[in-house]
């Protein structure tokens, strides 16, 4: 029995089946600079604002941006829980209105590296997050890279941050494509939605979303949907320079009330079986090296 399949078994003998998984959403980009950090801060606000429990796992540990977004300073990351002495929910960091974030530190980044304890160990761990949140958002670094691919193909649904910039579409086709080469990578339980910012108009996002979406098509055999835009705006601007979230001071923003109709869209939808798998599935796609 290889390395692999023994880590499946173990996560399937830890698995708990819990009656609720909580959902799993993992932002991600083909490039730094898009905004990727704000849609997952600002997602967090209005998920919260709609009455669910949120909590959001900065796997950027390059940048560690939603801190800083959020104002504070965690004392603890997954690093303290894999190889020190702490429990998940004191790593949890209560942000702007009750809304938890965990900062993944160094341990990101050997999550596929771990020995059989530290693998049970982590399994009972984030299974307690399940008991903590409704929804779990990922902010994951930018780019192709191995860890950023491991997380975007392991989730359920996955929200593409795309710019006009035209290197920000070529980079975000880059990284479906990288998304589609894995041997992991289902397109059938996995949605890949496009999120247009930074954008003048409507028409320049569906264009923006046409651009990208005929390539994948072409190339890929597969597609891209359109989840939504936000909109260039100077309150959005002027938050990110005061490192503040901009659905929080600022709610009536044109920013914060598109952030708030993506939010709305995302829980507003149908039940496909892409939305029925949750933490533990996605723990056990992104062991699973095979």
């Known amino acids: 029995m290889d390395q692999a399949q023994h880590l499946r078994n173990i996560v399937k003998a ?3 089946n819990y009656i609720q998984q909580a959902r799993v959403i993992t932002v991600t980009s083909g490039k730094g600079g898009v905004g990727k950090s704000n849609l997952a801060v600002n997602l967090g606000v209005w998920f919260r604002n709609m009455g669910k429990r949120v909590i959001i796992f900065d796997a950027d540990f390059g940048l560690a941006n939603v801190e800083v977004l959020f104002g504070r300073v965690p004392k603890y990351n997954l690093s303290d829980v894999i190889y020190g002495d702490k429990k998940i929910t004191e790593i949890v ?3 702007p209105m009750g809304i938890g974030f965990v900062s993944g530190g160094s341990g990101i980044v050997s999550l596929n590296n771990l020995d059989e304890l530290q693998v049970r160990h982590l399994i009972r761990s984030l299974s307690t997050l399940n008991e903590l949140c ?9 780019g192709v890279g191995d ?12 929200l593409l941050v795309t710019t006009p910039d035209p290197t920000s579409i070529t980079d975000s086709y880059s990284l479906v494509k990288a998304m589609y080469k894995s041997p992991k990578f289902d397109a059938t339980t996995t949605k890949i939605s496009m999120v247009a910012n930074k954008v003048s108009s409507a028409e320049e996002a569906n264009n923006l979303h046409q651009k990208l979406n005929s390539v994948v098509g072409r190339f890929l055999h597969g597609k891209v949907d359109f989840l939504g835009m936000i909109p260039s705006d100077r309150a959005l601007e002027h938050a990110v320079i005061h490192q ?3 659905s929080v001071t600022q709610p009536q ?5 598109a952030f708030e109709q993506l939010a709305k869209s995302i ?6 079986e892409y ?16």
């Open 275 to 290: 939305q029925r798998r949750g933490l533990t599935d996605f723990f056990r796609n992104f062991m699973n090296k095979s």
């Open 244 to 246: 503040q979230v901009v």
């Open 147 to 158: 860890t950023v691919l491991e997380f975007a193909v392991a989730s359920p649904e996955v």
């Open 93 to 95: 960091t209560e942000g």
């Open 134 to 142: 409704d929804i779990l958002i990922i902010d994951t670094g930018a």
């Open 267 to 272: 829980l507003g939808e149908s039940k496909p």
């Open 14 to 16: 830890q698995e708990l």
């Open 253 to 257: 923003a044109k920013s914060s009330k």
